[in-house]
């Protein structure tokens, strides 16, 4: 058989998996009757929110849910015609790593910080006995040079904490692919990162598929990814499998109410299906006009090394007007954020203005500074590193009218905290909960109602949405519109995600290397991007597998019908 056929047996089956995890009160039933197969050469699809079983359902599959609390009350995983779901210890590992093995959505967290990644590959094939000292070494190199990282004899033996995102992911592939597994389970590996980043990864992983013909299981709640990788699809909900075919026919013709929604809540640009939430309101005045903005930072190689300077943000300039929502899109490193960062003065600038109300940002005293923060706000990405855990939504939303003093008696905070969770789609009843009671959707609900609760001018939304479920993504988009229509309220929208900024943004702004490379209005850059890297962004968007033609992929409006 050839890497690239398809088998027509499966290689992996499921049948009527259940799983449990036990709590105080009763079993919560995590994963309810799954069932599924891949063939060799085959990618499958699993799709679904969070919470809806898809990770347990693979971890399953690796023995890697802890029992208890977890709890396999039924079901049959067969591996190459074998029952593989009661084997422990020599057994299992002759399977995980060598037959079946997983890459994790956080490298981070899976990378042991103090041993090198060289190390960290090393110890796979000693684990297996596959071989040892010098040969390991060099074939550890190999696998680095393999996925794409840069200079590997040297790199070989650096930390995880001196390679990006997208590098740490390529080095768990690395890992992954070592013992040159029959089927890589892949759960939500390109889900932090940036597009074009995510698109190597995803070429990756289609081009190891195509030289070893393995099997691959792709865990995603991004429809796009799914549908430009997907051979078959499975969508799961609450714990249950609720529709599975060929990836074609899910996608456009889904049958199940809960895929249509997942489906509809997809950002459809300029498209009249979609529609768009921009603005409707006419920009007004000027809210905030920036000037040759700039940032560098000083740093020295070693201890007695000599000074040297970063320039992370170099001479940016843009202004924003009332009721309008400015989109700042780039790659990791892009200084997006360092510019959000200066504008709220947790970072000082190197040199240039920020002109609000008639008065330059980086003069003001403490005084002039604690005011201009009551009327520019900020929602950050992660809204439970956010907030103080101990505190009630109460405390957390009512806190600026404790700091600013002069927004609203005391006497009318808990009414006025009920007004604001009402305002953001929660209920009366969650006034007295804390934080880690939340989903992160409701979380980041709560964050936008402190924001609101001083009142603001303009709201700063540092990837607000990167992490969230593709509907939760949709509701707080849905909901920052409709504020800013009833509010007047003006936004700078900063994302890596080129579908949501071309829903919401009335105008963009493109930065690579700390500089702004193309700005417009958003219905001009995604039509006709002049900028090459602008193009490369836009290039890296995902296409559906059944209509993506590999080189070259479809740019501005040829990429318009391409919605799924």
């Known amino acids: 058989m050839s890497p690239t056929s398809k088998s027509t047996s499966p290689l992996l089956t499921v049948e009527n998996l259940t799983v449990d995890f036990l709590s105080d009160e009763s079993p919560v039933r995590a994963v309810n009757a799954v069932s599924f197969d891949v063939s060799r050469g085959e990618t499958l699809v699993i799709l679904g929110e969070s919470g809806s079983g898809k990770s347990v359902s693979t971890s399953a599959v690796m023995d890697l849910i802890d029992q208890p609390p977890g709890d396999i009350v039924s079901g049959r995983i067969s591996f190459d015609g074998a029952p593989i779901g009661n084997l422990r210890g020599e057994p299992r590992r002759l399977i995980n790593g060598q037959k079946i093995a997983m890459i994790f959505q956080d490298p981070l967290a899976y990378l042991n910080p103090v041993y090198t990644v060289g190390r960290q590959i090393v110890e796979i094939f000693a684990c297996h006995g596959v071989a040892s000292g010098k040969e390991a070494r060099e074939r550890s190199i190999e696998l680095l040079r393999r996925v794409g990282i840069p200079e590997p004899d040297t790199r070989i033996d650096q930390y995880p904490h001196q390679f990006s ?68 699809v499975i969508v799961m909900n609450r714990g249950e499998i609720v529709e599975a075919g060929v990836a074609r026919d899910v996608f456009t013709s889904p049958r199940h109410a809960y895929t249509k929604k997942l489906i509809s809540a997809l950002p459809h640009g300029d498209t009249a299906e979609g529609g768009n939430r921009r603005s409707t309101i006419p920009s007004g005045e000027t809210v905030l006009k920036v000037e040759n903005l700039t940032k560098e930072y000083l740093f020295s190689q070693g201890l007695f090394g000599k000074k040297q300077s970063f320039r992370a943000v ?102 006025r905290v009920v007004e604001l969770l009402e305002l953001v789609g929660l209920n009366p009843e969650h ?99 002049v900028h090459p890297y602008t193009q490369s962004l836009l290039e890296a968007t995902p296409v559906p597998k059944w209509m993506a033609v590999r080189a070259p992929r479809p740019t501005g409006r040829a990429r318009d019908a391409l919605t799924l």
């Open 165 to 232: 995102g997208g590098q740490r992911q390529r080095v768990m592939i690395a890992m992954a692919i070592a013992l040159k597994p029959d089927l890589l389970i892949a759960d939500e590996p390109t889900t932090a990162l940036d597009v074009s980043v995510q698109a190597q990864i995803l070429d990756l992983l289609r081009d190891l598929q195509n030289e070893t013909g393995m099997a691959l299981i792709l865990i995603t709640h991004d429809l796009e990814v799914a549908a430009s990788m997907a051979d078959r």
């Open 314 to 415: 170099n001479d940016v300039n843009f202004e924003i007007r009332k009721g309008e929502t400015l989109g700042i899109v780039g790659e990791s490193g892009s200084g997006k954020s360092s510019v959000a960062r200066m504008l709220l003065r947790l970072t000082e600038p190197t040199a240039g203005r920020a002109i609000f109300a008639g008065e330059d940002i980086f003069s003001m005293n403490q005084a002039r500074l604690l005011a201009f923060r009551r009327k520019v706000q900020m929602v950050f990405q992660d809204p439970y590193g956010s907030m103080n855990p101990r505190m009630s939504v109460h405390a957390i939303i009512s806190e600026p009218w404790a700091i600013h003093g002069d927004i609203l008696p005391q006497a009318r905070w808990k009414d």
């Open 431 to 529: 006034v007295d909960r804390y934080p880690h009671q939340f989903s992160g959707g409701q979380r980041q609900r709560i964050a936008i109602a402190r924001a609101l609760a001083s009142e603001p001018d303009l709201i700063i939304c540092d990837e607000a949405v990167s992490a969230l479920d593709v509907s939760i993504q949709a509701q707080i988009i849905d909901l920052l519109a409709d504020l800013r229509t009833r509010l007047g309220l003006s936004y700078i929208f900063i994302t890596h995600d080129l579908p949501i900024v071309r829903h919401f943004a009335d105008r963009i702004v493109v930065m690579k290397q700390g500089e702004i490379v193309e700005d417009g209005s958003t219905s001009a850059i995604f039509a006709n991007p």
